[in-house]
């Protein structure tokens, strides 16, 4: 069975960018020449899904305009004959039925992903992060659908370093079944079962709603997504991890901002061998 839904949680206030995401949502940031957003948006799209539920806040209407047509803007660009220019001002509003929704407590991640209970319905559905752009290889999202089988959800993971392990939530794999057999939030190196960390990328099934709804606030004060997908484990519910073949990118750190758009405007043909001279010469200034 395809999965066409999509949630992608984007209530947050981006304090990581400040003073960029004052006025701007972090996800309208640009990356290259387009907003992140987009990006995890394509990937989605481009592995089946059609009906994308993003999870709003305050001062994020921006991102439902960005999907929205604009007709005046593209009257002027069609009389102009700029023709690249409008398909790429029509492609956001014709990539997939767009539905939002208010998160109206910043309440964590696993609340986000509970606002959106009543348009996943009682089907599978893939939970994306807009933060971690993962560029090159097939779609992360379809990479989990293939490696699912019956019933099962799967996650998103890649080794870190141990001294980042506080840094996500982290897995313990039964090596008999190849299923998560544990996941904590943000273990101290020393606490962590192993490096190998969930990124933001999931597919899961409808059972997480009933998790959600029995889990307390954990780690931070939120409730916990780690949190609910541990009770679905211990409830007997099989977790599969998925190490995926992209490159990946946290935007929501200046620097890892900086290394997504330079990495990404590399990985460009039309603009590789720009970037690479531009590289140099500020190297040689350095």
């Known amino acids: 069975m395809q999965i066409k839904k999509a949630v992608i949680p984007a209530a947050g206030f981006g304090t990581r960018m400040l003073p960029a995401t004052k006025a701007i949502p972090k996800e309208l940031l640009t990356v ?3 907003p992140g957003i987009q990006y995890v948006i394509e990937e989605a799209v481009a592995a089946g899904v059609t009906e994308v ?3 709003t806040g305050r001062g994020k209407g921006d991102i439902d305009d960005h999907f929205d047509r604009m007709p ?3 009257q002027v660009l069609a009389a102009k004959g700029r023709t690249r220019e409008l398909e790429a001002v029509l492609k956001p509003a014709r990539l997939a039925a767009m539905h939002y929704i208010r998160q109206q407590q910043a309440l964590g991640l696993g609340h986000a992903v ?3 209970k009543a348009f996943v319905g009682r089907e599978p559905f893939f939970v994306l992060l807009p933060d971690d752009l993962i560029d090159g290889g097939p779609p992360c999202v379809a990479e989990l659908f293939a490696a699912a089988q019956e019933g099962e959800s799967v996650i998103a993971v890649q080794e870190v370093p141990w001294q ?5 939530g982290v897995v313990s794999i039964d090596e008999a079944t190849g299923l998560v057999r544990g996941i904590v939030e943000k273990p101290e ?3 962590a079962p192993s490096n190998l960390a969930v990124v933001g990328r999931y597919l ?3 059972v ?3 998790c959600l709804e029995q889990i307390t606030t954990g780690a931070g004060g939120e409730l916990q997504l780690t949190d609910a997908l541990a009770l679905m484990i211990k409830q007997g519910h099989k977790i599969r991890p998925c190490k995926f073949s992209g490159v990946r990118y946290d935007t929501g750190s200046p620097l890892g901002f900086l290394e997504a758009n330079v990495g990404m405007a590399l990985a460009r043909e039309d603009m590789r061998e720009s970037v690479r001279g531009m590289l140099l010469q500020l190297l040689r200034r350095g």
Do not use: G, W
């Open 32 to 34: 290259v020449d387009k």
């Open 53 to 55: 539920l993003v999870i």
């Open 208 to 210: 997480v709603f009933s």
């Open 204 to 206: 899961l099934q409808p």
């Open 164 to 168: 980042d392990t506080r840094k996500y």
């Open 189 to 191: 190196p020393h606490e």
């Open 114 to 116: 509970y606002c959106a």
């Open 72 to 74: 005046e803007l593209e």
